[in-house]
């Protein structure tokens, strides 16, 4: 194994240095990973931009990582080297009121690697064992990267309570609410209505990830339409996958979610809403805030090894390590066509 490595790091918003640095050598407590490939989410995009309050500057991005596990410290148990593995990103106290309510995600003193501390844009690094997931070795690197993205799709899904016999809206089909549209028809939901202004994201939805209606806000009339779908009932949950200012406030419109329905935002807009008490109450509607993710690797990781995620075309643009340069080409100048970008390291296209 190589003493020296490559790490990418965010020296402060818009300027970002490759360096040259020792390999880590893992504590008693740790693993040592190769990574392998990483995913690059819209939130390592806010922070090149310094649009992450929760940033700190110099730092290594990265929170979507997988590698192989290539050297364990004496205290490791369940992880051995050679392990293809999937790294949690959110680091928790394990003490506080969250942590002892198993709401760990949302622990009073959380530490999200790739924004709150280093991220996995390099080559090597080290993790505490209990962070660390085992995964099948035939997983695809390409696609392991994703297994973080399907875990917010799995823990916001189990956060609404979806059940088979709801009707689901979802608003926006990008990368998350393709994969929320997934999780929810994995939950045996028969009824899903995906909403966006694009039609051909639309038809990428219904074909690919289990959308069973489509409706394009921009030219149909969205209550409208849902209203023929449910006959005349509404949906029992939407989830705002579309997150710009005022979406959050448009699914709530009456029509659109039930009585008693449930409201799922996704996104961290600052921007305020138009809700009234009255669009709450009115409706009794439950408005769930769903974080990251808890409890997930293993159910997503093995759900992927089990083939049950439809995989193609929910990356679609891969990048090499030594082409990292293109990754921040893409947030500087973005292409429409780059919905979702996988950085792949050495070895992964093996
Ligand atoms: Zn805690």
Redesign the pocket.
């Known amino acids: 194994m190589a003493d020296m490595m490559k790490e990418v790091v965010v020296t402060e918003p818009y300027h970002y240095e490759i360096r040259e640095v020792p390999v880590p050598e893992p504590k008693d407590d740790e693993v040592l990973i190769k990574e392998m490939a990483a995913g690059v989410c819209g939130s390592d995009i806010h922070i090149y931009r310094g649009e992450n309050p929760n940033s700190r500057y110099p730092l290594i991005p990265g929170h979507e990582n997988v590698g192989i596990v290539v050297k364990v410290g004496k205290d490791c148990k369940k992880i051995k080297a050679g392990d293809h593995v999937v790294i949690d990103y959110v680091l ?9 309510h198993g ?2 995600n ?5 530490l999200v690697r790739g924004s709150g501390t280093d991220g996995g844009w390099r080559e090597y690094w080290t993790a505490q064992e209990s962070y660390v997931y085992k995964i099948d070795d035939q997983i695809p690197w390409k696609d392991a990267a994703l297994i973080e993205p399907l875990t917010i799709g799995e823990h916001s899904t189990t956060r609404a309570r979806v059940a088979e016999d709801d009707t689901v809206f979802i608003f926006g089909t990008g990368t998350i609410g393709t994969i929320i549209c997934q999780a929810c028809k994995l939950k045996g939901v028969k009824t899903i209505i995906c909403c966006d202004i694009s039609d051909s994201s639309l038809e990428r939805a219904k074909r690919d990830f289990g959308a069973d209606y489509t409706i394009n806000s921009k030219t149909e009339d969205v209550v409208k339409r849902v209203q023929e779908i449910t006959d005349g009932h509404g949906c029992t949950v939407a989830f705002d996958a579309a997150a710009f200012p005022g979406s959050l406030t448009f699914v709530m419109t009456p029509g659109i979610v039930c009585n008693a329905g449930r409201v799922i935002p996704l996104g961290f807009s600052t921007v305020p809403e138009k809700i009234t008490q009255q669009m709450i109450n009115g409706r009794e509607l439950d408005i769930i805030g769903t974080r990251m993710s808890l409890n997930q690797w293993e159910p997503t990781a093995k759900n992927m090894a089990e083939g049950k995620y439809h995989m193609q075309g929910l990356a679609t643009t891969f990048v090499k390590f030594e082409d990292i340069d293109q990754v921040f080409e893409n947030i500087v100048h973005p292409d429409p066509a780059v919905k979702k970008t996988v950085i792949l390291f050495p070895g992964a296209e093996d």
């Open positions: 928790r106290d394990g003490t506080c009121w969250q942590c002892r709401r760990g949302v622990c009073e003193h959380v």
